[in-house]
């Protein structure tokens, strides 16, 4: 894909909408302090994690070891994500040019990486309230998942590759926020108030995500578009490695297969696979997941999750209100 614009001529618009997508950061955000925690693993809990996972009751320790599997797996991807950025931010120091001035661009990247780093502090707290165990693994490839990032690439690649490697995994959580407000749509349950109130983070990362995709990738020459899909395929190798790790050390720790007759697990697996392979069409362009979204994609995601679409609008995203997670919505 041939680069159509320079960084001065998108400069206002990208930090128009980055200013835009942050302007209730401090209203719409997720802390672990603000849920009531004694809730989180009640038999009716555990019933409704079941339901959620296998569609029914009767699967919970399964559906236990399933969600902590993905959201330790979460955990362990967003912070890196958290630390990457903050590694970007260090690399635009001394950059000057047009998007990386005033404030715009820096405090969207510091909003995603402070709440990146709250979501895994949350969702490590949460699985092990679920488990009673550390669900920790051995080979964690942190390190070498911030490698990937330790080249001399312009800060600009580095942020795009970054935000489409977090992109997938936003999307699919989307979805699982979607089916769980779906099945619980007054909120009443402690894990739909967790996707939730995660949403409203993860919506504006969503966002701040278009903005790379859409604005800054195509700006980029043609061969830094090249080493932003190199760097991607090499995060998602690793990521998908350290898939497995999770896998095999829930399986170990917790005695139990959650993924064999696990719908959810079925639907995740497909939808993950498609959006990878469908975001960068051949010629080099990046789409939203919506873009690629065609009539058996559709119907996969509104049969789980009740939504004809992954991600709302601006201007439902801005004006999402801040549930009481303690407990059941008003």
């Not at 009751?57 to 991807?77: C, D, F």
């Not at 820096?106 to 488990?131: G, P």
């Not at 959580?173 to 995660?198: C, K, Y």
């Not at 497909?270 to 960068?280: A, D, G, P, V």
Request: proline share 3%; net charge negative; charged share 20%.
């Amino acid at each position: 894909m041939a680069r159509l614009e320079t960084f001065a001529d998108i400069a206002d618009a990208v930090r128009a909408e980055l200013d835009s997508v942050t302007s209730l950061a401090h209203v719409n955000t997720f802390h672990p302090n603000a849920f009531d925690w004694s809730q989180a693993s009640t038999p009716n809990e555990l019933a409704y994690l079941s339901t959620v996972a296998y569609g029914e009751p009767g699967h919970e320790l399964q559906a236990v070891a399933y969600i902590t599997k993905e959201l330790a797996q979460l955990a362990e991807i967003e912070r890196h994500v958290s630390t990457v950025m903050a590694l970007i931010m260090g690399e635009l120091h001394d950059l000057r040019d047009s998007i990386n001035t005033g404030h715009e661009l820096h405090n969207a990247l510091s909003c995603f990486a402070a709440e990146e780093i709250q979501h895994a502090n949350t969702f490590y707290r949460y699985v092990r309230a679920l488990t009673g165990i550390e669900p920790r693994v051995h080979k964690a490839l942190f390190d070498e998942r911030l490698e990937v990032f330790r080249t001399d690439d312009h800060p600009y690649v580095k942020l795009v590759a970054l935000c489409c490697s977090a992109y997938v995994g936003e999307s699919v959580i989307t979805i699982f926020e979607h089916r769980t407000d779906n099945l619980d749509p007054r909120r009443a349950h402690f894990f739909t108030r967790l996707l939730h109130t995660h949403g409203l983070d993860e919506a504006r990362h969503v966002q701040i995500d278009h903005v790379a995709m859409k604005m800054i990738y195509p700006a980029l020459t043609e061969a830094q578009q090249t080493r932003v899909r190199e760097l991607l395929a090499q995060i998602e190798d690793l990521n998908r490695r350290l898939a497995q790790y999770f896998q095999e050390a829930m399986t170990q720790a917790l005695a139990v297969d959650f993924i064999t007759a696990n719908p959810s697990a079925a639907v995740q697996l497909e939808i993950t696979k498609t959006f990878s392979q469908r975001i960068f069409s051949d010629n080099g362009t990046l789409h939203t997941v919506d873009e690629i979204l065609d009539a058996e994609l559709r119907e996969l995601i509104a049969g789980f999750a009740g939504v004809s679409r992954v991600h709302g609008t601006n201007t439902q995203l801005l004006s999402a209100a801040v549930p009481s997670v303690g407990g059941s919505a008003q």
